[in-house]
Structures are given as C-alpha cells and as structure tokens.
C-alpha cells in the first residue's frame, strides 16, 4: 500500500480549507468536488485542519443535513 507525501497532503487540506471558506457546504458536495474516493478520507482531512488548528465549523441537528464552514480568519492556509 502507497501512502501519499505530505506535500499532496497539505495541497488536499489546504484545497478543503478553501473550499470551506467560500460557502457552507455538506459532506457529500465536498466529497464530490473534491474527489473523495470515500468518506472516511474526507472526515480524516477535516480532523486533520481542526487539530493543526483551524476553526472548522459544524452546523447542523442530529438527523439533519450537516454543513462545515470555516471562517476566513480562523484559516491555517492563507487565502487570497
């Protein structure tokens, strides 16, 4: 089994971070824009920015649709 650098690692944080950024999104449009092959890769990217410390910001109600939205001053990644 291949394990990816972590050059392409911090390109795929920093790609959710930004993502994230712009609008509230759910879990299935982040898995789909930003080709997920599944799920558990992008909750193990999410945990990943929450402990290098961004505010990643979950809303939602237990049964209900769950969006994620980072403010742009909470971000790690700089921006532009």
Request: proline share 5%; aromatic share 8%; net charge positive.
């Amino acid at each position: 089994m291949t394990h990816p650098n972590r050059l392409q690692i911090l390109i795929r944080l920093r790609r959710l971070e930004l993502f994230l950024c712009h609008h509230k999104r759910t879990k299935a449009e982040c898995i789909e824009r930003l080709q997920y092959t599944e799920p558990r890769m992008f909750l193990r990217d999410l945990r990943d920015l929450q402990a290098l410390g961004s505010e990643i910001v979950r809303q939602g109600k237990p049964g209900k649709t769950t969006s994620y939205y980072c403010p742009r001053a909470r971000a790690i990644f700089r921006h532009e």
